[in-house]
């Protein structure tokens, strides 16, 4: 069995298509999407995260505003910086990019951000109301791998799901989203034991646990369908520097049903997702000053 390769690349064009189609009628009444990014430090990761951010927004005909500020800024020149954009009506979106310097308060910063533009799901309003399946912004990553289930008509309603991974960016939502769906989900992480007894039930296996090629072919069901969110570097031998994802790919390729690759997987649609939210913020504001007219 050789997998099917769930390419994100492709799915991301088709979808950004789509959102500067929206984008443009929204321009034709008077509104441009737009979105807010700040950047804090000199994280270079960050950094090249926040500049294709940008760079897609601009594409898909999505104004973008850049706010830089160095390491050891004081948090409260930032909180003002949030607190001028939540008041802004042009701004529909606002995302702080992670992670903060240590002087920073992370969850104080996210609460900061005026719900209704928190674009990135990970206010706790936001989070609240996933876990009661209730209409919201999704976190960007995990909304992405719904989509691409989705595009290769995955029944997720009654699947045995494993995500390896807790954090609050994708695994926690990551596992709601599957819930919400009707899947039978399982939480693991680095202490799990015997992690493969449980990966090896996966029907859907979602890992994001941020070690290179960390899940090996044996530990995956014959014909599962298994998305990689993870994005490292090889650490060493003849590969050593170019990227990699959290599963071993070309052994897994053999086992799975079907697999994203890394890079042109999750990622592409990562980026996409956060378009899409910023897009539908700025529907919402339209929406609303008709309603008030």
Partial sequence: MTARIIDGNALAAEVRDQIARDASALATQGVQPCLAVVLVGDNPASAV??????SACERAGIRSLRFDYPQDVDPDRVMDKLAELNAD??????LVQ???????DEA??????????????????????????????????????MKMLESIDVQVEGAEAVVIGRSNIVGKPMAMLLTNAGATVTVTHSRTRDLAFHTRRADILVVAIGRPRFVSADMIKPGAIVIDVGMNRVPDGPDAGKLCGDVDYAAA??????????????????????????LISAQRALAAKRGGA
């Fill in 49 to 54: 995260y926040v500049r294709n951010k940008v």
């Fill in 253 to 278: 390729r053999e086992v799975a049903g079907a697999i994203t690759p890394v890079p042109g997987g999750v990622g592409p649609m990562t980026i996409t997702m956060l378009l899409q939210n910023t």
């Fill in 108 to 145: 104080a910063v996210l609460e900061a951000i005026d719900v209704g533009k928190d674009v990135d799901g990970f206010h706790a309003e936001s989070v609240g109301r996933l876990s009661q399946n209730r209409d919201t912004f999704i976190p960007c990553t995990p909304h992405g791998v």
């Fill in 89 to 94: 009506p042009a701004v529909h979106g606002i």
């Fill in 98 to 104: 992670l992670p903060l310097p240590p002087q920073f």
